[in-house]
């Protein structure tokens, strides 16, 4: 019969690919797997892949299904100083592994896909509500809802993480700040899900490589939910011109530095923006986050007899989940690196993720350790102009619900299937059943 250790190692295995030894912990699983398959990812992170690619090929071509490839970026100092180099790196030809022709692009266009300083003009629009200070003074409303969401679902017993507990706080909090109607949070979450989980069948009929995506080719994500937010978009800056408010919306909607106001596509693509990486990203941190700590029970017994290293479990545990698992970018100019030739027009492709379990930056990296210090994670994105604005709104949020589960975290145990995305680039957990013991 299994001992409590070893179904703990069992599952652990299951999620990370990871083994410990008596010498400490090593990959393994297949070090050839096709990391641009979403199908891969439903099985859990292919660390061993990307070790190998860190490793041995730390500048790889990968080939794609549709005949085109890329240049797989894995190491961790690697990643930053491309990153920083957004004149030889561009983000204005996309930010995903999908081909898109200048229409598309210049349709679904967001501050995501623009350099400075088209992009520092945008975020500088929104910038302001998102700033540490600025985010500390939520921190009583988030403490709020959260205690609200769990007090909804603790006393059930058995329910399902995701989606009773950390698809709720995010989105009713981003909803709040946006100015939208508290009743339309479901509406929002669920379009959100379709654009995000727009390569999983459970968010979408429309499945972008299963299906006939064309009619949407111009909607963010390539996803008919993307016309949906556009319209809602639209409403809802019909009523803040003639009501405005103290809310993001509002904000926007305001004429830039130089005068002038986002155009009515501009605003329409910023709002969906929002939606989709302000709920997703920090939902599945949040679950990953819950599940190392139960598949890590010393380091839980270790946060509930020291509570004030909650603030550093929430940074490993966003190392450890790197949601957004990569971001792809499209050289300038001939590059060499590694020995390797980077050439104008290639599409590069950061992958965040494996630089978070980069053994240079970080030792023993398959090891969770709530108080691992430093922890200069990607998760947010590090170095150039594109960190991740909603980073403090994400930290305080993971650690509000962190301080009013951590009582109760002893008694939570997984009892159904850990369900993960079939998603390429997000590494995300849709289902999570607990039982409260």
Known sequence: ?????????????????????????????????????????????????????????????????DGSGFWSITRYEDIIACNRDFKTFT???????????????EARRTMMEMDPPEHTRLRRLVQGGFTRRMVSSYEDAIRLLARAVLDEALPTTRFDFVTDVARQLPMRMLGRL???????????????????????????????GQSDTEDFRLMPFRS???????????????????????????????????????????????????VAAGNDTTRYSMVGGLVALLEHPEELTRLQEHPELVPSAVEEMLRWTSVTMHFRRTATADVDLHGQRIRAGDKVVFWWLAGDFDERQFPDPYRFDIARDPNDHLAFGRGGPHRCIGEWLARLEIRVLLEELLPHLDRLAVVGPVERMRSNFISGIKHLPVEVR
Do not use: C
């Not at 379709?194 to 429309?206: C, Q, V």
């Not at 408010?245 to 926007?252: A, E, I």
């Open 1 to 65: 019969m299994p001992t409590r250790a070893s179904e703990t190692q069992a599952a652990e295995v299951h999620a990370t690919g990871v083994e410990a030894s008596h010498t400490g912990r090593r990959v393994i699983g297949d070090r050839w797997i096709d990391i641009t398959d979403p199908d891969v990812y439903r099985g859990g992170v292919p660390h061993a892949t990307f070790q190998r690619l860190r490793d041995d090929e730390p500048v790889a071509w990968t080939e794609e299904r």
């Open 178 to 208: 946006l100015g939208a109607p508290e009743e339309d949070d479901g509406y929002l979450v669920d379009r959100g899900d379709a654009m995000i989980g727009n390569t999983d069948p459970e968010f979408t009929e429309h499945v972008v």
């Open 224 to 274: 008919p939910a993307g016309l949906e937010l556009f319209e809602y978009a639209q409403k809802l800056a019909d009523d803040r011109r003639a009501d405005p408010k103290d809310d993001v919306v509002t904000k926007l909607l305001a004429p830039t530095m130089d005068g002038e106001p986002l155009s009515d596509l501009e605003f329409k693509n910023f709002f969906t923006l929002m």
């Open 91 to 105: 983000s204005r030809e996309g930010i995903r592994l999908e081909e898109m022709d200048e229409q598309e692009t």
